[in-house]
Structures are given as C-alpha cells and as structure tokens.
C-alpha cells in the first residue's frame, strides 16, 4: 500500500489558476489562501472585481467613506461561498508586524484570522466603522464571497495540475492592477501565459 503524500501547507500563497482551468471564476484567477490544513483550505480571489465600488458599497451600508484614496476601489468577488458577506484582506497592524511568528497575535478588530507571516483577513463590522471615520488598515482588498475547499479537495486539484502555486507577493495584491496580476503571479515563478502549454491538466 502506497503511503500517502506528505502533507504541504500552503498558507499565505498564491494558487495561480492554470490556463486550462476553465470556469467562470476561477479562470485565469490569483487565489490568495488564509488557511490551509490538512481539513481543507480558505482564500480570496484577488483579481476577479466586480462591477460595485468601494463608495457604493459604503452608500449600501448607509456609511460614509472616510478615505478619499479608497473611493473608486472596486469590491471583488472573492470566492463562491458567502457571496453576502464582505471579507477585508489587509496588511496587519503595524504592531503585528513586528510580533515574533510564535506568539499569538492581537489583532485590532474584533473578528480578524491572523496569517502567519502575511496578512489579516476580517469580517466584523469594526473594520468599516475604521474606514467611515477615515481611518483603518492603509492596504487592503475587500470581497464579496470566499473561496474554500474540503479535506483532500485542493491537494486534488493541485495533482491534476489545476493550479500552480507560490508564496504570496503583497505588491500584487495591493499595487498591482487587477488586470495584471494573473500575469504578475506567473512572473513570480519566472513564466509567462505562452509558455504553459493549454493541454496541461486535462484528466
């Protein structure tokens, strides 16, 4: 009996969408992962906006946006889970940053995942309330929705050659158009679109 393939965690990487990968969101997507385990996997797509701004989102809510550098970032749609939901992928707190990997972080809003050695993704309403008084995190993506994946799901997909991976870059996240970073993820392993042959990861 063959033994089972060690596990290898991929938080706080990139799935970098395969180019035979077709399907209508995760096509040519950039999946960046919160959380990987052996029980399954979370993340964000960061390159898939969608058609509501920052400002309007805001409007919705019944809140002003307090940040005038905020105001035409579009929303993306960040997965097929919860598509009611908004998830704020953001730099962490300067403090954070500076925190020994082995402790346990503090994060400054109430329901925020801690990445270790990479972002913070939150979910509770605090982290509006920041942003409509002016402040709050100085990067950051928000997303309607999430990506997930049961146990043994990714691990699948990632032996039919559906997607490749990488560790994160925050510049692509933050400062790169959305656009570019389909390209910008396979820059990160020294590719580029035409030289992935499309027949690759067919089953």
């Known amino acids: 009996m063959t033994s089972a393939a060690p596990f290898t965690n991929l938080t706080n990487h990139f799935l970098v969408a395969m180019p035979s990968l077709h399907d209508a969101l995760f096509g040519r997507s950039v999946v960046y992962l919160c959380e990987h385990s052996p029980d399954g996997a979370l993340g964000i797509v960061i390159n898939k906006p969608c058609d509501i701004s920052l ?3 805001f409007d919705q809510v019944d809140m002003p946006l307090g940040r005038s550098d905020l105001m035409g970032m579009p929303v993306f749609i960040g997965g097929p889970v919860q598509i009611d939901r908004g998830f704020v ?10 925190m020994p990997v082995d402790l346990p972080a503090s994060p400054m809003f109430a329901s925020t995942l801690s990445i270790v050695g ?11 309330d920041a942003l409509s008084l002016g402040g709050g995190p ?3 993506l928000i997303s309607l929705g999430y990506s997930a994946w049961g146990e043994g799901q990714l691990e699948s997909e990632l032996s039919h050659n559906h997607w490749l991976t990488v560790p994160a870059d925050r510049k692509l996240i933050f400062d790169t158009p959305a656009a570019k970073r389909w390209d910008g993820a396979l820059l990160l ?8 042959s499309p027949e690759v990861g067919h089953a």
């Open 55 to 57: 400002q309007r989102l």
């Open 89 to 98: 992928l953001h730099e962490p707190s300067p403090a954070q940053e500076h």
């Open 118 to 128: 990479g972002l913070e993704m939150t979910t509770s309403k605090d982290v509006l």
């Open 138 to 140: 100085r990067k950051l």
């Open 189 to 196: 392993l020294g590719l580029q679109a035409w030289m992935i």
